[in-house]
């Protein structure tokens, strides 16, 4: 991980949809006069998450006339996270900007954006308030981002605006795989960087008609039960399959000591009772679940070596008076 | 930087290698790229290495990397891998069997614009029974599998762009799927026939013992190509299957014992329990998965790094 070179690194992002080039140009020459205008060194990354030949040309040709144009592009689909993580990687800007590829909230909001980060803003993300897309759509973001904050208790209201600023050290902290991109900044918060949500005006209607599958829906839940499984769970696996597995072999075991009275003590014929099966799986269970947690405290133990769940912010180093005296020399 | 690496890999080739360097010469006198040759010893018993060390000694542009035991084909077509610069990798044999005069047909396709081009060795000269058929069964099983249709998975001639073979990890028999890996990567892959001669010198190292490897390696590849990167999403996909199982078989138990029917009572509480137990299962079995995800740290998979294909400034 290099010394950042330059101020500012935009990084735009075209992952999962058919861009349509014409809209992507409109929004390059937004950024460019707004880029411009900023009076600081600057570059911009393109990331062609394999979307196809029409966006490809499109930046080409942004990038032959516009130096600062540097394109990335991936031989088929891998999704936001790998896209986002190879950006950053490549970024030279000690400032990352994440936009979609097409106009979600106007650009002019860059220049307050960089402000809070001089100010000492780690990780901004963008509300998109006052929303002008459907009632659907809104409906359906309002539950996932309710659900979340639920979830992790982090206070962020809008989680799918792409529009987000942050320093390039507190993505190269930041693990995130999969889908997990949607929550970087959940993530930020809960590695202890200062992260501020501020509104601005959505401009556009969401991409091109995003066609949301049942599917969809099973993912998002997924995402959600890992990252809050993540977040508390990665150091120590076993406090939470551990105390899974436990709850499950104690319910099983009292079942089977249950059935052990009913056989001995009352003396009734256990064939017929499906009390008997449940207890046992019960046990099985418990224990398989438990042994889940062993594992994973193992695999913790033996390759976590880089997993801090703190961040340092700031080392003051006491003086000596000597040196002191010395340098007033 | 040559522009071709060629990455032989050899295990006990004594006999051959006289040959193997005279065709080696022929065909570097005559081709028009710049070349290097890279040789894997892989920790032959006999004495190939001393043999190559003394042959590679006069020549400029050869290398042998020596392994210091034997670790099988995959590992040393890795290791030669680490070592080669050129821009194009060819895997090649060094018994003999495929030739070297293919190369260029195999160059010329990859500058068509596809990112592997594979070997086809479609007058196979080897044994029928213990060597033609399972490895055509296998390639048939292979194809379905991982829907990458390529006759001849087994060919050890193949032409890879660096960019994208370079990334990624090499171990156990991979080499067999590594046309499969690709493409999972994105690559495009196209394949071609080349010429196949009968083993006249030393002998084949290959048994029957493959078949339960490759049945083996498949399901890995298969995971690996699906779902490394979202565990959770898979195993929890395979979870909530169960759940619905769960609750389905609860509706016919209830109704059975609304009904009164008596066959229901013991079998269908099986069930129930079995699919609970199977759907919590694999729930925390992504769970684990996505743990071992995250461990890595921040980074994308080989596959993702294999898939950036050009930076343009």
Redesign the interface.
């Known amino acids: 991980m290099s010394e950042p070179t330059l101020d500012l690194s935009l990084v735009v992002l075209a992952s999962n949809e058919k861009p349509d080039p014409a809209l992507f140009t409109e929004m390059m020459g937004m950024w460019r006069t707004e880029l411009e205008q900023l009076g600081r060194s600057y570059e911009v990354i393109v990331v062609d998450d ?1 979307v196809g030949e029409g966006f490809f040309d499109a930046a ?1 040709s942004i ?1 032959r006339e516009w130096g600062a144009v ?7 689909c ?2 936001e ?2 896209a986002l ?2 950006a950053v990687d ?1 970024a030279r800007g000690a400032y990352v900007v994440t936009s979609t590829w097409y106009t979600q909230v106007d650009p002019k909001g860059l220049s307050k954006v960089i402000g809070m980060l001089d100010e000492g803003t780690d990780f901004v993300a963008v509300r998109r308030h006052p929303r002008v897309d459907g009632v659907m759509s809104r409906l359906v973001s309002w539950l996932f981002n309710a659900y979340t904050r639920w979830i992790t208790k982090v206070e962020i209201y809008d989680l799918n605006c792409a529009f987000r600023a942050f320093r390039k050290e507190v993505v ?8 997990l991109f949607r929550f970087i900044s959940v993530l930020a918060v809960q590695k202890g960087f200062r992260v501020k949500e501020i509104p601005m005006q959505h401009v556009r209607e969401e991409g091109p008609s995003t066609v949301l599958r049942p ?1 969809l829906y ?2 998002r839940f ?2 959600i ?2 990252l809050f ?2 977040m508390k769970f ?1 150091r120590k ?1 076993l406090r ?2 551990g105390l ?1 597995g436990f709850g ?1 072999l104690s319910v099983g075991f009292a079942i089977c000591l249950w059935m052990l009275y009913v056989r001995l003590v009352i003396g009734h014929a256990l ?4 009390m008997l ?2 207890g046992i ?2 046990v ?2 418990g224990i ?2 438990a042994s ?1 947690g062993l ?2 405290e193992i ?2 133990f033996t ?2 070596r ?2 801090r769940d703190y961040h340092i912010d700031s080392i003051v180093e006491g003086r000596d008076r000597s040196d002191e005296e010395e340098s007033d020399e | 930087m040559p522009q071709v690496s060629i990455v032989i890999p050899v295990f006990n080739e004594e006999p051959c290698l006289v040959s193997l360097f005279e065709t080696l010469n022929r065909f570097l006198e005559t081709f028009d790229r710049s070349t290097e040759v890279v040789l894997v010893d892989d920790g032959s018993t006999d004495s190939s290495l001393r043999i190559m060390t003394e042959e590679v000694r006069t020549r400029p542009g050869f290398q042998v990397v020596a392994l210091r035991a034997n670790r099988g084909q995959t590992s040393a077509m890795a290791a030669g891998l680490d070592v080669a610069n050129g821009e194009v990798i060819v895997f090649m044999d060094a018994d003999l069997q495929n030739d070297p005069q293919d190369i260029p047909r195999l160059l010329k396709k990859l500058d068509e614009g596809y ?1 592997l081009v594979s070997g086809w060795r479609k007058n196979r000269q080897d044994r029928a029974f213990t060597r033609r058929l399972p490895s055509k069964v296998a390639n048939r099983v292979i194809g379905w599998v991982t829907g990458v249709h390529v006759h001849d998975y087994g060919c050890t001639l193949k032409a890879y762009r660096a960019s ?1 073979v370079k990334p990624l990890n090499l171990y156990s028999d991979m080499h067999r799927f590594l046309p499969a890996l690709c493409t999972s ?4 892959v196209t394949e071609m026939v080349v010429n196949h001669h009968p083993r006249t010198l030393g002998q084949s190292k290959y048994g029957l013992d493959r078949i339960f490897k490759v049945v083996a390696d498949l399901i890995v590849i298969k995971m690996i190509m699906t779902f490394s ?2 565990p ?2 898979y195993f ?2 395979l979870s ?1 299957g169960f759940l619905l199982l769960t609750v389905f078989s609860a509706g016919l138990w209830t109704w059975n014992l609304a009904e009164g029917w008596q066959e229901g ?2 079998i ?3 069930v129930i ?2 699919c ?2 199977s759907f ?2 694999f729930l ?5 998965a ?11 998979s080989d596959i ?1 790094r294999a ?7």
Do not use: K, N, W
């Open positions: 394999g080409q990038a540097r394109i990335v592009r991936f031989r088929r891998f999704g996270s790998v993580d190879t490549m190269e902290e930041l693990h995130f795989h999969g889908d599917g099973v993912r997924l995402d039960l890992s499984f993540l990665t696996p939470f399959f899974v499950f064939s017929d009772r499906p099966v449940l799986f019960l099985v269970l398989i679940v889940i594992i994973g695999i913790i390759q976590g880089d997993l | 990112d994208v990567a994105g690559a495009r990167d979202r959770v999403h929890g996909m909530l009572t013991i269908l509480p099986a329990v079995l609970f137990c919590l299962y925390f079995m992504g769970l684990l996505d743990l071992i995800v995250r461990v890595r740290g921040r980074g994308r993702a898939a950036v294909t050009e930076v343009a400034t």
